[in-house]
């Protein structure tokens, strides 16, 4: 495995490991972004097990030990496994997370104590670059679900949103919502509840120029019509589910 590169929107790296033996013969990409500033920013620290092959990655960005924030989508080992790997490399790294992820999970699992991010609160990382976190609760998965929108270049880091087998181009412009909800009857990964389609659509608010996929191409165009299509699919599914 190898960790591959690309500067998707301005600032904001794709760091991205391609695992073939999941949902095979298609296998499946984790990606970890980094967002340059004065305060670095890591969204998704990786496996705990990835944990050499993503600071490699991150070292052909940045001096790893002087990475500021770590923050993911949710509570589970691809998005966070190695946390405190990276607080161990990093001495003034910290994590932030929403309010329901510190106090379910990261107040105990974090080795340092997180830093709780309310819904719509923002980070300043220096040099022009901001990022928002959003809560999304049980949304695709985890009560303390939540996304981060970093406002210069309008990307979206949209965690596990959109996920798709497969190893394609690093960047789109083409579709994202039809590959998604084919990986969806796959894996099933997504909690279905009724609050998708609003929570999906308030993301749609931003207008987001780049969506950053943890399992997928990163997608640049409008991002608020494939979020209102992925919003539109999760509805029919919750109709389904409920008859
Ligand atoms: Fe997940
Ligand atoms: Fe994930």
Wanted: with cysteine.
């Amino acid at each position: 495995m190898e960790t591959r590169i690309t500067e998707i929107a301005n600032g904001i790296y794709r760091l991205s490991i391609f695992v073939p033996d999941i949902a095979p013969p298609h296998g499946l990409t984790f990606n970890h972004f980094v967002i340059l500033g004065d305060e670095p920013l890591l969204f998704h620290t990786g496996l705990k097990r990835m944990f050499p092959l993503v600071r490699a990655g991150v070292a052909r960005l940045l001096a790893p030990e002087k990475l500021r924030w770590i923050a993911f989508g949710h509570f589970e080992a691809d998005e966070c496994g190695a946390m405190n790997e990276w607080q161990t490399v990093a001495p003034l790294a910290q994590v932030a997370h929403g309010r329901t992820g510190c106090l379910v999970s990261l107040n105990d699992m974090s080795d340092r104590n997180p830093r709780v991010l309310e819904d719509g609160e923002t980070i300043e990382l220096g040099q022009g670059r901001r990022v928002r976190y959003l809560d999304t609760p049980h949304i695709p998965h985890g009560w303390d679900a939540g996304v981060l929108y970093e406002e210069a270049s309008g990307t979206l880091l949209c965690g596990d949103l959109f996920t798709q087998i497969g190893d394609g181009a690093a960047l789109t412009e083409g579709d994202i919502v039809g590959p998604a909800i084919a990986t969806e009857d796959i894996f099933r990964f997504s909690s279905l509840n009724p609050g998708m389609g609003r929570t999906i659509r308030r993301l749609a608010e931003l207008a987001p120029k780049t969506l950053a996929l943890m399992h997928g191409p990163s997608f640049s165009g409008d991002g608020a019509g494939a979020l209102k299509a992925l919003a539109d699919d999760y509805d029919g599914r919750v109709r389904a589910a409920l008859g």
